[in-house]
Antibody, heavy 120, light 109 residues
């Protein structure tokens, strides 16, 4: 059974960099699939942040591209998100998920999510 | 267009059938996937591809698509189906861009 678990600081100061890691168990990232980050501001909908292929190719939401870096560490079976120059608008629950995409796209399974608050 | 449009709220009487829709240009090229999200929980995939249900999802959930509209149908809605539902697809630009609908709050009366 594939499981994902997000980890990282729950509080980040404005203008700093948000860093999160998603640990994957029950499946080897190097075996395939895309791996994605999605966020959800309090009381709002889901927003795709970006995805990484097991080979390391990355794809980002155009609206966040200038601030986002996603990387993968196959030796630790995890992938990471960095979001720079954060503001209060980046306060959200951040989810990681395994992604299948070609002529269709879906995320399954998802991590439980981690709340990141941007505040001084 | 990179947008997927959903009705903000829909209600259904217990045991009745409800359809939740998702509109967008990208749905002419890509199938939508659907997620159920209950308060304080992560989204759960309920429909993917043409009309596929992950293991453990009741068969009262089904998906369909016509033109630029994808639909999630719940046949015989149960109290536990009350949740937010989100559609998801690739963007129609041909680039690797993923989009979500704004979500539909389903109330079971």
């Amino acid at each position: 059974q594939v499981q994902l678990q997000e980890s990282g600081p729950g509080l980040v100061k404005p203008s700093e960099t948000l860093s999160l890691t998603c640990a994957v168990s029950g499946y080897s990232i190097s075996s395939g699939y895309y791996w994605g980050w999605i966020r959800q501001p309090p009381g709002k909908g889901l927003e795709w942040i970006g995805s990484i292929y097991h080979s390391g190719s990355t794809y980002y939401n155009p609206s966040l591209k200038s601030r986002v870096t996603i990387s993968v560490d196959t030796s630790k079976n995890q992938f990471s998100l960095k979001l720079s120059s954060v503001t209060a608008a980046d306060t959200a629950v951040y989810y990681c998920a395994r992604q299948t995409t070609n002529q269709q796209n879906w995320f399954d399974p998802w991590g439980q999510g981690t709340l990141v608050t941007v505040s001084s | 267009s990179s947008e997927l449009t959903q009705d903000p709220a829909v209600s259904v009487a217990l045991g009745q059938t409800v359809r939740i829709t998702c509109q967008g240009d990208s749905l002419r090229s890509y199938y939508a996937s659907w997620y159920q999200q209950k308060p304080g929980q992560a989204p759960v995939l309920v429909i993917y591809g043409k009309n596929n249900r992950p293991s453990g999802i009741p068969d009262r959930f089904s998906g369909s698509s016509s033109g630029n509209t994808a639909s999630l149908t719940i046949t015989g809605a149960q109290a536990e189906d009350e949740a937010d539902y989100y559609c998801n697809s690739r963007d129609s630009s041909g680039n690797f861009v993923v989009v979500f609908g704004g979500g539909t709050k389903l109330t079971v009366l």
